[in-house]
T-cell receptor, first 113, second 115 residues
Framework: GIQVEQSPPDLILQEGANSTLRCNFS?????LQWFHQNPWGQLINLFY???GTKQNGRLSATTVATERYSLLYISSSQTTDSGVYFC???????????????FGGGTRVLVKP | DTEVTQTPKHLVMGMTNKKSLKCEQH?????MYWYKQKAKKPPELMFV???????INESVPSRFSPECPNSSLLNLHLHALQPEDSALYLC??????????????FGPGTRLTVL
């Protein structure tokens, strides 16, 4: 099946710093999503971004589908940005069977005040 | 409204108990999912329902039994679980295979502890 790798696995930031998280995937994808999982376990949708660039406040994401990677940018980080960031993809090959989302291992972010 | 609700929030059960997890969405989505997430790991897909029919079962043990009574509801029936089944169980929904827009939305999860 499709492989999804995220880097770095852990990230410690000082409040106000900028950072870039990376997601690499092994095959063509029909969908890519970025999530933030808060300490209570809720997965919050950040971006639905199969290709191109999107921005939402201090966050932005870019997916280059032809090169099989996506980047999540966090600018001017805040303590509330702490948590785990997941990218998740599903492959065009199994779209007909339902949307099997495969998650990367996540990047654990800690923003210190 | 992009809300998926799950009940209960927490569940503690013994290995001989029978319990059910419930999930509900009112977004008109026709695909619904169960995921299992162990501590410090990513969510892993268990089941997919597409148009109220089971379309994917990721080789989940039979002590987990999904049910989709209608297009808004998804249940997960639990019986004779093992302590290693303790995890966060997440429900999600999306528009379904007839749509080219396939964003998945997740509920807050049920944190299950099996004693």
């Amino acid at each position: 099946g499709i492989q999804v790798e995220q880097s770095p696995p852990d990230l410690i930031l000082q409040e106000g710093a900028n950072s870039t998280l990376r997601c690499n995937f092994s095959d063509s994808v029909n969908n890519l999503q970025w999530f933030h999982q808060n300490p209570w376990g809720q997965l919050i949708n950040l971006f639905y971004i199969p290709s191109g660039t999107k921005q939402n406040g201090r966050l932005s994401a870019t997916t280059v589908a032809t090169e099989r990677y996506s980047l999540l940018y966090i600018s001017s980080s805040q303590t509330t940005d702490s948590g785990v960031y997941f990218c998740a993809v599903f492959s065009v090959m199994i779209k007909a069977a339902g949307n099997k989302l495969t998650f990367g291992g996540g990047t654990r972010v800690l923003v210190k005040p | 409204d992009t809300e998926v609700t799950q009940t209960p929030k927490h569940l503690v059960m013994g290995m001989t108990n029978k319990k059910s997890l419930k999930c509900e969405q009112h977004m008109g989505h026709r695909a619904m999912y169960w995921y299992k997430q162990k501590a410090k790991k990513p969510p892993e897909l268990m089941f997919v329902y597409s148009y109220e029919k089971l379309s994917i079962n990721e080789s989940v043990p039979s002590r987990f039994s999904p049910e989709c009574p209608n297009s808004s509801l998804l249940n997960l029936h639990l019986h004779a679980l093992q302590p290693e089944d303790s995890a966060l169980y997440l429900c999600a929904s999306s528009q379904g295979r007839q749509s080219s827009y396939n964003e998945q939305f997740f509920g807050p999860g049920t944190r299950l502890t099996v004693l």
